[in-house]
């Protein structure tokens, strides 16, 4: 970095910019946008746009997929039940063993 260079600037407007990082023990927002990735050890938040779809669409998904392969377990079972009523003998040769 040169000697003399702005490592923070606040304009007539109240925007602020800062080069490196910004720490703080608590801060109030009414609005704020990041770009890049928010991580966070906890979130507490009154409503997060979009959640309630994406979990109903998730739950929808689940129980059609549920659904659907306890329909094809069932219908596994019944093929394999029928086939075993036509199965003459059931022994296994001693030389399978």
């Known amino acids: 970095m040169l000697s003399g260079s702005a ?8 925007n602020a910019s800062f080069s490196g990082q910004l720490s703080a023990l608590s801060g109030q927002f009414t609005d704020a946008s990041i770009s890049g990735t928010l991580r966070a050890k906890n979130i507490a938040a ?10 109903s669409s998730i739950a929808a998904d689940t129980i059609l997929n549920t659904k659907y392969l306890v329909h094809t377990d069932f219908a596994n079972l019944a093929s394999y039940s029928a086939q075993l009523t036509n199965v003459p003998d059931l022994t296994v040769p001693k030389s399978s063993i």
């Open 46 to 55: 009154d409503s997060i746009d979009g959640l309630e779809a994406k979990v």
């Open 7 to 14: 490592v923070a600037k606040i304009d007539d407007q109240g």
